[in-house]
């Protein structure tokens, strides 16, 4: 059965960094190798919204564009762990975030585009 743990997340001022971790278990090493995953984020009120996906195949990154240039989605096989880096955080990046994966291969950015998904973690940001 595989599980995602995600952690990292915590209470920082707007400007701040934050890098959350996710870590993969009930994988093989080649399964998760060829597994692309993906962060989402939630706030309060509001749908899941997709944050950022790594392709498997190629490594290639993308993420929406609120967050782009400020946080890089990266994954270490050796470890089983996808990280994402947050810099320059702002208020509206207040959330619970949550790791994905179990892709099922076609779009990337709606929750039911994955099978599997973690307990998330809560970042805050305050101004």
């Known amino acids: 059965q595989v599980q995602l743990v995600e952690s990292g997340g915590g209470s920082v001022q707007a400007g701040g960094s934050l890098r959350l971790s996710c870590a993969a278990s009930g994988y093989t090493y080649a399964t998760y190798s060829a597994s692309s995953m993906g962060w989402f984020r939630q706030a309060p009120g509001k749908e899941r919204e997709w944050v950022a996906h790594i392709f498997a195949s190629h490594g290639n990154t993308i993420s929406t564009d609120s967050v782009k240039g400020r946080f890089t989605v990266s994954r270490d096989s050796s470890k089983t762990t996808l990280y994402l880096q947050m810099n320059s955080l702002k208020p509206e990046d207040s959330a619970m975030y949550y790791c994905?994966?179990?892709?099922?291969?076609?779009?990337?950015?709606?929750?039911?585009?994955?099978?599997?998904w973690g307990q998330g973690t809560q970042v805050t940001v305050s101004s």
């Open positions: 994905a994966s179990g892709w099922r291969g076609s779009g990337w950015t709606r929750p039911e585009d994955f099978h599997y």
